[in-house]
């Protein structure tokens, strides 16, 4: 076991996503150890990257001074309580990118006195393209906040938040987010071909409207508003496609799709208590 060891209990595609983003910067393969119970995702997990692989939680927790818990909400309770042993020897910093589990519920499901950061990355993290809300609590060292950090900044950008309150929002915006932009694409793919444009051309055309938008959004350093501004012109196709949406109520229906996903990241924590 090393400092800079990591175990991640859950083998699954954001888990693979982190991995891959560790040893593309250059963690040592021998450093990462993943608990996986199917036997095909375990032995892909070692085929690819080199890693260590176990069946159970407890095998690869007892290798590392940091686990990273990518597993279901629905199951997390039993997965800590198989911990409690391995958790009170070993004090780690724990990782947990399950949506709606509180710090305080991991740390008690764990025995206590657990240094907890909770993570909400989004799936394009897959492509080393994503964003996580973080939120540390007391128990973290400045080290093992940087260590978190450096995990999760593997795929993709960080944003830290001092209330964990605040990460059912964080949920609510870009863990759900991606979501939102594939329901728009889908939208606006069915409306042009209902305008009599070719499917092949209306996909096309939408997919790459839409990654120049964000890369001007991520690359011009401006407000949304401010780009926006700029492409409506009084009077023209743009502006009576914005009039349109914002008499249809645009701007609070999205309010309101965000509170909706708030509040249900609010209720998985409940259901889980």
């Known amino acids: 076991m090393t400092d800079s060891s990591i175990a991640f209990i859950g083998g699954g595609n954001m888990a693979r996503s982190l991995i891959a983003g560790l040893v593309r910067q250059g963690t040592a393969a021998a450093d990462i150890h993943v608990a996986e119970p199917v036997d095909a995702l375990r032995a892909a997990l070692a085929a690819d990257f080199g890693v260590t692989t176990y069946a159970t939680a407890g095998e690869a927790a007892a290798q590392a001074r940091a686990w990273v818990l990518a597993v279901k909400p629905q199951v997390l309770p039993e997965v800590c309580a198989s911990l409690q042993p391995v958790a009170a020897a070993q004090r780690p910093l724990l990782v947990s990118i399950a949506a709606g589990i509180t710090s305080s519920q991991l740390d008690r499901w764990l025995g206590g006195g657990i240094a907890v ?47 964990e309150a605040l990460m059912d929002s964080v949920t609510a915006v870009s863990g759900s987010g991606p979501a939102y932009v594939f329901l ?90």
Do not use: C, H, Y
């Open 117 to 163: 950061v909770r993570a909400m990355p989004n799936t394009p993290a897959l492509l080393g393209a994503g964003v996580t809300g973080l939120f540390a609590t007391a128990q973290v060292s400045d080290d093992q906040r940087a260590q978190a950090d450096r995990v999760l900044s593997s795929a993709g950008r960080t944003v830290w938040v001092d209330d």
């Open 184 to 273: 728009l694409a889908e939208a606006m793919e069915a409306a042009g071909i209902a305008q009599g444009l070719p499917a092949e051309a209306a996909r096309t055309l939408v997919q790459q409207t839409l990654l120049g938008a964000s890369r001007m959004l991520d690359e011009a350093g401006e407000a949304p508003a401010e780009l926006r501004r700029r492409v409506t012109s009084p009077g023209g196709t743009t502006q009576a496609a914005i009039e349109a949406f914002q008499a249809g109520g645009f701007e609070a229906l999205v309010a309101k799709a965000l509170a909706a996903a708030q509040a249900r990241g609010r209720e998985l924590s409940a259901a889980n208590d």
